[in-house]
């Protein structure tokens, strides 16, 4: 099976197993206000594997006019009826074809983690071109070197994991063209690892 197939499958039968484990105290929440500051309310916001739609989707959907896209079904369903201000779509966050400056806000939380990371750079470009001059991104990366990891225990299913070491993210963003506002490292609440979580910002040119 493709790495793109085992995780929208997976988190298609993991949906719910999954969403019981997102709280508001999650240490990765305290990160949002920077974010949310940054933006005008209302601004226009693409949650990028937007998962169950909660508690991200939800919160951010009280402030701005969010779109929440996932490659999985069923997480999409289930954002629907936790976030019901956002708006929704099915599709691979790699193949968005939104106008230029289009976007106030990019958000990503442990998303782009589950994409191969040849497709990283990429993605980072097309959402540098997504967002408006002076927009913001807040992404998580792997912090560890990871060129593919599949789990067959992941809540009970299979999964597929890559990205690169909190270094070479850091060139990555900087290379598409983003300044970076911070980037902290954020223990996994389902695990011993650690996450890179990045505020950037696309500079008026
Ligand atoms: C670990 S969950 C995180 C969900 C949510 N962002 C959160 O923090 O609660 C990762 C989500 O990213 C989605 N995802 C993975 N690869 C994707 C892709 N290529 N395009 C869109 N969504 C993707 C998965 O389906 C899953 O819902």
């Not at 793109?4 to 969403?19: D, M, P, T, W």
């Not at 193949?95 to 806000?105: A, I, M, R, T, V």
């Not at 990283?120 to 998580?140: C, E, I, Q, S, W």
């Amino acid at each position: 099976m493709k790495d793109k197939e085992i995780v929208r499958k997976g988190f298609n039968e993991i949906a719910l197993k999954y969403h019981a484990e997102r709280n508001e105290e999650l240490a990765e929440m305290k990160l949002l206000p920077d974010f949310v500051a940054l933006i005008s309310q209302g601004g226009k916001i693409l949650d990028a594997g937007c998962g169950g739609g909660y508690p991200f989707t939800e919160l951010l959907s009280e402030h701005f006019d969010v779109l929440g896209v996932d490659i999985s079904e069923k997480q999409i369903e289930l954002a629907k009826k936790n976030a019901p201000k956002a708006n929704f779509q099915c599709i691979d966050m790699t193949k968005l074809s939104f106008p230029d400056e289009y976007f106030n806000g990019i958000f990503s939380y442990y998303a782009i983690i589950h994409i191969p990371r040849d497709e990283h750079f990429d993605l980072l470009v097309n959402f540098y071109r997504m967002l408006k001059p002076n927009g913001v991104a807040l992404l998580t990366f792997h912090s560890e070197d990871d060129p593919s990891s599949y789990y067959d225990d992941f809540f009970d299913t299979n999964m597929f994991w890559s990205g690169f070491d909190a270094e070479k993210n850091i060139q990555m963003v900087k290379k598409a063209g983003f300044k970076i506002i911070w980037s902290k490292l954020i223990g996994d609440s389902l695990g011993d690892s650690k996450h890179l979580f990045v505020l950037l910002e696309k500079k008026q040119k």
